[in-house]
């Protein structure tokens, strides 16, 4: 059971940030609920008031027409796991949503609630990192756009201000040389270590190499020093350096020893998933 | 009921107009209110199931609009406007439906819990998907657990359905 709460249920961004600053932490966005209302039954939080933002019209779309690919906040799991455009243009992301918990998770998580409520075992976040997505977060005036890589400030919170709304995830376009992967690891419910790659390769070598790891810290990061080591090389050189690449990547993952598993285990793992991701994305 | 309604002062109420088992409900709920704790204690369909409460075991599956959505994690104004499938809605009268008679026939079940989400999943998937192969059934079905079973009569079950659903249209 929940505790009884106000529901709101407004039209407009301007109207959600309106209430978000009147009634402050005793308010919370509210789309798919997938993880919210976990929390909610188990405690950890209490609000007066959910903001049901399902009826805000526009933000349920994912748009690859013009290069850039924009995908509306609102759209769910099973929304972007069937859509076409994406199979086309970022194949990457649609694995990852169609392995994103499972399939009655998919079909009302949102992907906007799930980099908002910035769970550390989640794996969107760390794809969107490797493809340099920015999101854009609106309120009643104004309008800004966030790198991915500096979303995510620590477990369960965002750099988004208390009034801001996330509305959508953009994605530059990919070209006909983007190549990227992600894989992640675990036996529990949730993800235990996530990694992606991406980069562009031409004339066998690879520009542009991104890396970010995820799921065994706090938040996902961004791995510039992993980068380094493959960034301008050629794919046979980019080989040899995996394994150090998946060393620093590893420690720059900051994982925690829990039930998921040891530090040293998650490093390890760490290590391994960015070479068979970079195997896949390569192949 | 006295001890929640001194809590938060004023109560709100929502009217849900929404298809259950293909028949037109009208109900008032309070928004704090599961879709699980509704189909069980309001209209007594205690065929769905609270097991983990964490939407991961799959046994409060209900078919909402077609698509599988737990029903321990669904506020319940959310079926407004839309149809509610549960098990006892499967079946036509005294006629079985192919998934339920497979699991039947095939030995698909032993307690019984899981079964209806069991069921309402691969109907879902099977909508979807007429003719999956095993592994896009284990995948779709990959959120349904099962204690007793070890899953084979399980997917042995759907198998022999969808053979049958097929051979039919």
Known sequence: ?283 | MAKAMSRRSDAQSIPVSFTLNGRLQEIDVEPHELLLDVVREKFGLTGVKRSCDVQVCGACTLLVDGRPVSACTTLAFEVRGRSVLTIEGLADGDKLHPLQQAFIEHGGFQCGFCTPGMILASKALLDENPNPTEDELKHFMHGNLCRCTGYKKIIESIMAAAKKMRSKT
């Open chain 1, 1 to 283: 059971m929940l505790k009884r709460f106000r529901l709101e249920e407004p039209e407009s961004i301007a109207e959600v940030s309106e209430l978000l600053g009147r009634f402050g932490d005793s308010s919370k966005v509210y789309a798919g609920g997938t993880e919210l209302l976990l929390a909610m039954k188990e405690g950890l939080v209490d609000y007066e008031r959910l903001i049901n933002v399902k009826k805000l019209k526009g933000l349920n779309e994912v748009n690859a027409a013009n290069g850039t690919i924009k995908i509306g906040a609102l759209c769910t799991h099973h929304q972007l796991e069937c859509s076409t455009a994406l199979k086309e243009k970022l194949p990457s992301l649609v694995k990852l949503e169609q392995n994103v918990a499972n399939v009655r998770v998919r079909q009302a998580g949102t992907i906007g609630g799930n980099l908002c409520f910035a769970e550390p075992h989640a794996d969107p976040g760390t794809l969107l990192i490797a493809l340099g997505a920015t999101l854009v977060a609106e309120k009643s005036s104004a309008k800004r756009e966030i790198a991915a890589a500096d979303f995510f400030v620590d477990a369960y919170e965002t750099s988004l201000a208390a009034d801001e709304v996330l509305t959508e995830i953009r994605i530059p376009a990919p070209t006909a040389n983007s190549h990227s992967a992600y894989l992640k690891f675990g036996y529990l419910e949730r993800p235990s270590v996530g990694v992606a790659i991406a980069f562009e390769q031409s004339d066998k070598s690879l520009r542009n190499v991104r890396i970010a790891v995820g799921c065994a810290g706090p938040a996902p990061r961004r791995v510039e020093e992993a980068e380094a080591l493959l960034e301008g090389k050629s794919t046979a050189e980019a080989q040899r350096n995996l394994a150090q690449a998946g060393a620093i990547a590893g420690r720059a993952s900051e994982a925690i020893s829990d039930l998921h598993g040891s530090q040293d285990y998650k490093e390890h793992i760490v290590g391994v998933l960015l070479k068979r991701a970079f195997q896949s994305a390569i192949s």
